[in-house]
Protein backbone atom coordinates (compact mmCIF):
# COMPACT_ATOMS: atom_id res chain seq x y z
CA UNK A 1 0.00 0.00 0.00
CA UNK A 2 1.08 3.10 -0.41
CA UNK A 3 0.93 6.55 1.41
CA UNK A 4 0.36 9.40 -0.30
CA UNK A 5 2.13 12.63 1.63
CA UNK A 6 1.62 15.13 -0.55
CA UNK A 7 1.75 15.41 -4.17
CA UNK A 8 5.98 14.99 -4.23
CA UNK A 9 6.39 11.96 -1.89
CA UNK A 10 4.86 8.52 -1.63
CA UNK A 11 5.94 6.18 1.04
CA UNK A 12 6.24 2.77 0.47
CA UNK A 13 5.32 -0.32 3.19
CA UNK A 14 7.00 -3.57 2.29
CA UNK A 15 3.91 -4.56 0.76
CA UNK A 16 5.13 -2.46 -2.33
CA UNK A 17 8.75 -4.27 -2.44
CA UNK A 18 9.25 -7.85 -3.88
CA UNK A 19 11.42 -10.01 -1.71
CA UNK A 20 13.42 -12.95 -3.03
CA UNK A 21 14.11 -15.62 0.29
CA UNK A 22 13.75 -15.97 3.50
CA UNK A 23 12.07 -12.99 4.72
CA UNK A 24 10.16 -12.66 7.83
CA UNK A 25 7.54 -9.94 9.42
CA UNK A 26 9.51 -7.73 12.30
CA UNK A 27 8.05 -5.54 14.53
CA UNK A 28 10.00 -3.48 17.36
CA UNK A 29 7.23 -3.09 19.33
CA UNK A 30 7.86 -0.55 22.51
CA UNK A 31 4.67 1.50 21.40
CA UNK A 32 5.65 0.93 17.21
CA UNK A 33 3.67 -1.61 15.40
CA UNK A 34 5.26 -0.87 12.12
CA UNK A 35 5.83 -3.77 10.35
CA UNK A 36 9.59 -4.19 8.71
CA UNK A 37 10.87 -7.37 7.06
CA UNK A 38 14.00 -8.96 8.37
CA UNK A 39 16.58 -11.24 7.15
CA UNK A 40 19.40 -13.26 7.82
CA UNK A 41 20.02 -15.10 5.40
CA UNK A 42 22.89 -14.16 2.61
CA UNK A 43 21.57 -13.39 -0.73
CA UNK A 44 17.91 -12.57 -0.41
CA UNK A 45 17.18 -9.94 -1.95
CA UNK A 46 14.23 -7.03 -1.74
CA UNK A 47 13.25 -4.61 -4.67
CA UNK A 48 11.60 -1.99 -5.02
CA UNK A 49 10.79 -0.35 -8.38
CA UNK A 50 9.76 3.66 -8.24
CA UNK A 51 9.22 6.62 -10.20
CA UNK A 52 10.78 9.87 -8.80
CA UNK A 53 13.83 12.19 -8.42
CA UNK A 54 15.09 10.68 -5.53
CA UNK A 55 14.68 8.32 -2.73
CA UNK A 56 15.71 7.83 0.95
CA UNK A 57 15.57 4.17 2.89
CA UNK A 58 14.39 3.83 6.30
CA UNK A 59 15.16 0.54 8.41
CA UNK A 60 16.70 -0.68 11.82
CA UNK A 61 19.87 -1.24 13.37
CA UNK A 62 20.90 -2.76 15.84
CA UNK A 63 23.98 -4.58 17.91
CA UNK A 64 23.17 -7.96 15.70
CA UNK A 65 22.46 -6.27 12.29
CA UNK A 66 24.32 -7.71 9.20
CA UNK A 67 25.34 -6.14 5.91
CA UNK A 68 23.70 -5.43 2.69
CA UNK A 69 24.72 -4.23 -0.63
CA UNK A 70 22.35 -1.68 -2.43
CA UNK A 71 22.25 -1.23 -5.91
CA UNK A 72 20.30 1.49 -7.98
CA UNK A 73 19.53 0.55 -11.50
CA UNK A 74 21.77 -2.11 -11.71
CA UNK A 75 24.87 -0.38 -10.31
CA UNK A 76 26.21 -1.21 -7.32
CA UNK A 77 26.26 1.92 -4.77
CA UNK A 78 27.24 0.77 -1.30
CA UNK A 79 27.18 -2.03 1.89
CA UNK A 80 25.11 -0.99 4.53
CA UNK A 81 26.04 -2.05 7.99
CA UNK A 82 23.57 -2.52 10.09
CA UNK A 83 25.29 -2.92 13.40
CA UNK A 84 24.32 -0.60 16.05
CA UNK A 85 25.64 -0.68 19.62
CA UNK A 86 23.31 -1.16 21.75
CA UNK A 87 24.31 0.42 24.76
CA UNK A 88 23.76 3.26 22.60
CA UNK A 89 20.15 3.25 23.29
CA UNK A 90 17.39 2.84 20.67
CA UNK A 91 18.91 4.16 16.95
CA UNK A 92 16.57 7.37 15.94
CA UNK A 93 13.36 6.09 17.86
CA UNK A 94 13.20 2.66 15.79
CA UNK A 95 13.91 4.12 12.37
CA UNK A 96 17.53 4.43 10.53
CA UNK A 97 18.22 6.50 8.12
CA UNK A 98 19.90 3.41 5.77
CA UNK A 99 20.45 5.27 2.27
CA UNK A 100 19.41 7.76 0.05
CA UNK A 101 20.08 8.96 -3.10
CA UNK A 102 19.13 12.73 -4.42
CA UNK A 103 19.15 14.31 -7.92
CA UNK A 104 17.85 11.06 -10.01
CA UNK A 105 16.91 11.40 -13.99
CA UNK A 106 13.25 11.55 -13.22
CA UNK A 107 11.59 8.76 -14.42
CA UNK A 108 11.51 4.77 -13.19
CA UNK A 109 14.26 3.48 -11.05
CA UNK A 110 15.12 0.18 -9.50
CA UNK A 111 16.37 0.03 -6.01
CA UNK A 112 17.57 -3.34 -4.62
CA UNK A 113 19.26 -4.45 -1.62
CA UNK A 114 20.82 -7.80 -1.23
CA UNK A 115 22.06 -9.43 2.09
CA UNK A 116 25.68 -10.47 2.25
CA UNK A 117 27.35 -12.96 4.76
CA UNK A 118 29.79 -10.06 6.13
CA UNK A 119 28.84 -8.31 9.39
CA UNK A 120 30.50 -5.80 11.75
CA UNK A 121 33.59 -7.79 14.32
CA UNK A 122 31.76 -6.19 17.40
CA UNK A 123 28.15 -7.41 15.89
CA UNK A 124 26.26 -10.91 17.20
CA UNK A 125 24.26 -11.74 14.05
CA UNK A 126 23.40 -11.02 10.20
CA UNK A 127 20.34 -9.35 10.67
CA UNK A 128 19.18 -6.84 7.41
CA UNK A 129 15.98 -5.05 8.23
CA UNK A 130 13.90 -2.84 5.69
CA UNK A 131 10.82 -0.68 6.89
CA UNK A 132 10.03 2.00 3.87
CA UNK A 133 11.33 3.93 1.33
CA UNK A 134 10.06 7.62 0.87
CA UNK A 135 10.07 8.29 -3.16
CA UNK A 136 10.45 12.07 -4.05
CA UNK A 137 8.72 12.64 -7.01
Known amino acids: RKNRDSDE?????????SFNG??????IGR????????SVTPGNECTLTFT???ILLEGYCH???GMAKVYLDGKYIK????????EAGIYLGNRAHLYHELNLTPG???LRLVTVGDK??????????????????
Open 52 to 54: GKA
Open 63 to 65: NNG
Open 31 to 38: GDNSIFKN
Open 108 to 110: KHT
Open 9 to 17: TVVTQPADW
Open 79 to 86: TIDFYYRE
Open 120 to 137: NPKSTGHNVWVERAMIYK
Open 22 to 27: DWKDFV
